[in-house]
């Protein structure tokens, strides 16, 4: 393929391409791959509409293409060797811009923020977790309930009371912030003993929309007096 390219004593001269053909030149063109590659560039070149960033480069190169017309080729090289270069050049680079700015159009039509003027229930930012009150830590008695803070957007929430080892002790759902503990859950409060718990905020579909994590709580064992 290389070879096909070579230069030859009958190829066609540049400054040929933009007239008439000789019969000669026509049946040398019939079979040699460079003269076919360099009418094809010639015509890609001069027939072509330039965009407006290539102007200046494309009017600078077509003066010197006039001006080098009248020069007889130079050590077996043809005028298209010493000026294809630019010209691609030129191309390449309008294209390569083209194509970074198509990204970076599609980049920000995907990655938008989401639009919070719109009067919908799914709409709305949420937040991603919920914020417990109490019991939390040591505690001097058996609470008595959880509480937690309201969450935007929840209907219901879902507590659980564990122990250690996370084995479900109880669970119940509300729809408020906070959830009474049943009598038997209070009688695992004994002291020293710690209890885990948490709670998530759903919103009406049943999906999660925020979680507390898991809390700790025990009842602190009292120190005893020397009377005792």
Known sequence: MKDDLQRTAGCIPLERFDGEFTPAEHAHLA??????????????????????????????IAAEVRRRRTDAPASGKS???????????????????????????????WDREPDISRNRE?????????????PQG??????????????????RYEARVLEVDRTLVWSAASTTPQATLPAAV?????????????????????????RSGTQRFRVRVKARTGRE
């Open 138 to 155: 040591d505690l001097e008695e058996a609470p008595r309930e959880l509480t937690w803070v309201a969450v935007p957007g929840a209907a």
């Open 31 to 60: 079979v040699c791959a460079r003269c076919q590659t360099e009418q094809a560039l010639w015509h890609e070149f001069t027939e072509s509409v330039p965009s407006a960033d290539e102007g200046a480069a494309v009017q600078w």
């Open 79 to 109: 005028v298209w060797d010493r000026w294809r270069l630019p010209i691609w050049s030129f191309r390449w680079a309008a294209a390569a811009a083209a194509i970074v700015l198509a990204a970076a159009i599609g980049y920000l039509a």
């Open 186 to 210: 209070i009688a695992r409060s004994v002291p020293g003993r710690s209890l885990l718990w948490e709670v998530d905020a759903l919103d009406r579909s049943g999906t999660v929309i925020a």
């Open 122 to 134: 799914d709409a709305i930012y949420r937040t991603t977790r919920v914020e417990t009150l109490k």
